[in-house]
């Protein structure tokens, strides 16, 4: 095995958990043991949205259930007859998929990343008050939502809209097709943007603003409900995969709950962050804030808890642009590295990296990265040095206002294929946020916390094994001065030109 946290199957303490995860390069699958630990190598089918230029970003949800039933049949065969306890499952949150009453599909799964709602966007904006409906909901007007899709999806195909009897996510989706239950999960739920954070229910009001009825959506189940299947559909489910007769099914969870606590964030003590293509800061708390800072969103993700944070639209993103634009392949990879762990120099241009605009803090969807300080002189290394250090502000910003409504983090665990193609990042990070950033280095992070969040329910009292874990990078005390200088230089540039 490649490290002592895989184990091999004959070394496995039961009860057994199959966990899934719908990501949006590929459905991925790994059994895990009471433990926590993976077994075996895992089961993979790759796949790809459909793009178009008019902002389409969609996926077949019948293909992905196919998927996700081959990848079944891969692990399940693999087992050598041992009893599997729970099947858990998280996909990309905030989908949409629109059925009929026999739960036929009328539309594609319309993901996250689908931007032709945009106009609705505008118009809800001017309709309500996005503060309001942050602190109801946890969430601002975005395209990723619920509320502007489902107008868009009413103006532009009133057909199905006419037609349809329930609006599902993915995950509750592929749920019906495997279980034949119609259920969703609280954090599922909360990422269309409709649930009330306060009650962990859909939120009536919104629902009626975003032009559906309540008894379209599906029943919320909370992280401690496995699924009532019938015993028709048991039956089916025993006789294709015997290994899964009496296993308890869950409702589908949003793979950034999966995430932090695949990372080891699972409490107030411990910041989550996700470091790939894109970033996120997430808090998992037990007491819901009476007030949320602008710049953050609430996920409401079980009946006793609530995930905080604020995401940020490009980190690998950034870093790939630096990569490309500055011709980094010219220099020596040696001298770039050393350029990111030296002491930091007021030379380094001040750079605001959103190159795809702005999520967190403040929602500035059309700004677009800003470069201050370049001079004639400028060397290629001290700007990429200025796009790191832009990236990790960006965190510091999040961070900043976690504090103020979970004011107990005091480490933070990073994962995401940047803390590994380029770690010299987690310094600086640690160093801006003046927070120890410890690396967890294990893969497939998302499905660790998938299984994690099931085993809670199926073997509470036993230990979960601590995964891998990096060298933690502790804050250098002085370096403050620089980047609390650093900090407010980037606010004021940032409120002149997107502030509101």
């Not at 009453?101 to 904006?125: E, I, S």
């Not at 009825?213 to 496995?226: A, E």
């Not at 037990?286 to 609530?306: F, I, K, N, Q």
């Not at 060397?379 to 832009?390: I, M, N, S, W």
Request: hydrophobic content about 40%.
């Amino acid at each position: 095995m490649s490290s002592d946290f895989e184990i091999d199957l004959k070394d496995a303490v039961p009860p057994l958990v199959l966990a899934l995860d719908v990501g949006s390069t590929a459905s991925r699958g790994l059994v895990y043991d009471a433990h926590g630990r993976p077994i075996g190598k895992r089961a993979k089918v790759a796949h790809s949205f459909t793009t178009a230029s008019d902002g389409t970003s969609q996926i077949d949800p019948d293909q992905v259930v196919d998927e996700l039933r081959t990848i079944i049949d891969d692990l399940t065969d693999a087992l050598d007859g041992h009893p599997v306890a729970g099947v858990a499952l998280d996909t990309f949150a905030s989908s949409l998929v629109a059925v009929d009453a026999k739960g036929t599909p009328l539309t594609p799964c319309y993901t996250y990343a689908d931007g032709r709602c945009g106009p609705w966007v505008d118009a809800l904006r001017e309709e309500i008050s996005e503060e309001e409906l942050q602190q109801r909901t946890g969430t601002r007007v975005h395209g990723s939502y619920w509320p502007a899709r489902l107008r868009w999806l009413a103006d532009e195909q009133p057909d199905v809209t006419a037609a349809a009897a329930h609006y599902l996510s993915l995950g509750d989706y592929v749920q019906r097709a495997l279980t034949g239950t119609l259920v969703t999960g609280t954090s599922a739920a909360a990422w269309t943007g409709l649930v009330d954070r306060h009650t962990a229910d859909w939120a009536p009001e919104i629902v009626e603003l975003s032009g559906i009825r309540l008894d379209q959506l599906p029943p919320i189940h909370h992280l401690d409900q496995p699924l009532t299947i019938s015993a028709k559909r048991a039956a089916r489910i025993a006789k294709k995969w015997p290994v899964l007769e009496g296993a308890s099914w869950f409702a589908t969870v949003a793979d950034g709950l999966a995430a932090n606590v695949g990372l080891g964030a699972h409490d107030e003590t411990t910041i989550g962050a996700s470091c790939a293509t894109s970033g996120a800061l997430r808090v998992l708390v037990r007491t819901m804030p009476d007030e949320l800072p602008p710049g953050l969103w609430c996920y409401r993700v079980s009946h006793d808890r609530a995930l905080l944070g604020g995401a940020l639209n490009d980190v690998g993103r950034a870093l790939a642009w630096a990569d490309v634009s500055l011709r980094t392949d010219h220099v020596d990879d040696d001298e770039l590295s050393e350029a990111l762990i030296a002491e930091p120099h007021r030379i380094t241009p001040l750079v605001l990296p959103f190159f795809t605009g702005e999520r967190s803090t403040g929602w500035a969807s059309d700004a677009r990265a800003v470069f201050t300080g370049v001079g004639a002189g400028s060397a290629p290394v001290e700007v990429y040095r200025g796009v790191v250090e832009g990236i990790a502000l960006s965190y510091a910003r999040i961070a900043s206002q976690l504090r103020t409504v979970a004011p107990q983090p005091e480490k933070l665990h990073c994962g995401g294929s940047v803390t590994t193609s380029r770690p010299e990042l987690l310094q600086v990070m640690a160093d801006a946020m003046r927070t120890p950033v410890t690396p967890v280095t294990i893969k497939r992070s998302t499905l660790h916390g998938t299984a994690l969040l099931a085993l809670e329910t199926l073997a509470p009292e036993v230990e979960r094994a601590d995964p891998d874990q990096g060298k933690t990078l502790t804050p250098d005390l002085g370096r403050r001065p620089y980047y609390t200088e650093r900090f407010q230089r980037f606010e004021k540039v940032y409120d002149a030109l997107f502030g509101s």
